[in-house]
């Protein structure tokens, strides 16, 4: 059974950085696309990154593009998010997908994070 599991997760002060993991299993990690999302309190849920099972970065929201970086360890089963310059607006809830595309949805989700960034 397919399994994602977040963590790194908490509270930050605005221009801090936090990294956030999420652990796979389950099914076959470095076969899948993953991919981290976001939903802030009374929000959609919103692509923030995404990454083939290669490693190469497929999307990165324009809102985080020049402080979030999405990379991943397949030996390890791995997926990261490590967020720096953090603004109030990057608290959300953070979940990790993983097995499918942005466009067409993922398989498997994480149970989520929560993100917390006070000014």
């Known amino acids: 059974q397919a399994r994602l599991v977040e963590s790194g997760g908490g509270s930050a002060q605005a221009g801090g950085t936090l990294k956030l993991s999420c652990a796979g299993s389950g099914y076959q990690f470095s076969s899948c696309n993953m991919a981290w999302f976001r939903q802030g309190p009374g929000k959609e849920r919103d692509l923030v990154a995404q990454i083939r099972h290669s490693g190469s970065v497929v999307y990165l929201a324009p809102s985080v593009k020049d402080r979030f970086t999405i990379s991943r360890d397949n030996a390890n089963s791995a997926l990261y998010l490590h967020m720096s310059n953090l603004r109030t607006e990057d608290s959300a809830v953070y979940f990790c997908?993983?097995?499918?595309?942005?466009?067409?949805?993922?398989?498997?989700w994480g149970q989520g994070t929560q993100v917390t960034v006070s000014s």
């Open positions: 997908a993983a097995c499918g595309y942005a466009n067409t949805g993922f398989d498997y």
